[in-house]
């Protein structure tokens, strides 16, 4: 399946996980993300792309096995296979700042060798974790990521992408987070030589975004790097950035998922009416508890002609007597 020109929004849940995968483990993630990202916006899917769920809220996953691929002339079919089999073996290790917890990745995969199709199931902690931006998020273009051979390009490509602050982390910290602890043991130089070097040269050559880095040492030791994000504007994709400024009024990359979630099956929103209060229901989220405050005027919203209207109204008259409230103090 041809990979478009996409912009996806991945959670820095993922984005800082500690996690070992292989290039293909990633592509497969990938297409997650994408159809997450579909899911929350309401959008059709390709008809090959099928998201169903069984009675115990896992989602089932179905895409056809080229989906995974590098490009239109990639038929690594046995890589894909190994990935499917890869991920049902491992784990990620998902913290959201008050939760620790080690989650299976993927559940019963399979293959269809007659249709090309690859089926297995998602438990809903990992649907929330890819949706789950509450913690910030990352923006990388499709595109872009499936076309990376190394799995090390990938991750600081998620890490920079749109970012352009700079960032120092020990070499610890790095390999702890790409799982790689028991590798380049007392040996920064090899590490920066063939995990930092390459994914730069990589990320000059295909990626809008890129980095320049500063070994930083203690004592004589180089124990980190600081890293100095930038742009390559020629290797920018025309196609997202003109979609961009659509792109940017999906209401889950503003306000959290849950929150627009509760909108949606609570009171009844649809995404243009979520869109259409879209800032009224950022501040309001900035500056109180917009969930809990949903859910505390549910039931007298349930009386009123407009359950809509209502919710509007109530936030904009909390907001008011909370900004009174600041100019008496």
């Given at each position: 399946m041809k990979v478009t020109s996409k912009e996806l929004v991945q959670s820095y849940v993922l984005t800082t996980a500690k996690y070992d995968f292989s290039v293909y483990e990633k592509r497969i993630l990938y297409r997650l993300i994408e159809l997450a990202q579909a899911d929350i916006q309401g959008k059709k899917l390709d008809r090959m792309y099928i998201v169903g769920e069984t009675l115990f809220k896992d989602k089932i996953i179905t895409m056809p096995l080229r989906a995974f691929m590098k490009d239109e002339k990639d038929r690594n079919y046995s890589e894909v296979k190994k990935a499917l089999e890869n991920l049902r073996n491992k784990t990620i290790e998902y913290d959201d700042g008050n939760l620790w917890q080690l989650i299976g990745i993927i559940e019963k995969p399979k293959f269809e060798r007659n249709s090309g199709m690859a089926t297995f199931e998602i438990q809903p902690m990992i649907w929330d974790a890819i949706l789950n931006f509450s913690k910030g998020f990352s923006k990388y273009e499709l595109q872009t990521a499936m076309s990376f051979d190394s799995i090390y390009t990938m991750r600081f490509y998620e890490l920079f992408s749109n970012n352009k602050n700079p960032l120092t982390f020990t070499i610890e910290q790095l390999k702890e987070r790409f799982k790689i602890a028991d590798k380049y043991k007392n040996k920064p130089t090899n590490f920066i030589k063939?995990?930092?070097?390459?994914?730069?040269?990589?990320?000059?050559?295909?990626?809008?975004?890129?980095?320049?880095?500063?070994?930083?040492?203690?004592?004589?030791?180089?124990?980190?790097?600081?890293?100095y994000p930038y742009e390559i504007p020629a290797n920018k994709t025309d196609e997202i950035e003109k979609k961009k400024a659509v792109m940017q009024m999906s209401s889950s990359w503003i306000i959290p998922y849950e929150v627009t979630r509760y909108l949606k099956q609570k009171y009844g929103f649809d995404e243009k009416g979520i869109r259409a209060n879209i800032e009224l229901f950022k501040k309001a989220y900035k500056e109180f508890d917009l969930l809990k405050f949903l859910a505390e005027i549910h039931h007298s919203a349930q009386k009123a002609k407009n359950k809509q209207a209502y919710a509007i109204g109530a936030i904009r008259n909390y907001l008011a007597n909370l900004e009174k409230g600041k100019e008496w103090e």
């Open positions: 063939y995990v930092v070097q390459k994914a730069k040269e990589e990320l000059d050559k295909k990626s809008p975004y890129s980095f320049e880095f500063t070994p930083l040492k203690t004592g004589r030791k180089i124990t980190a790097i600081k890293f």
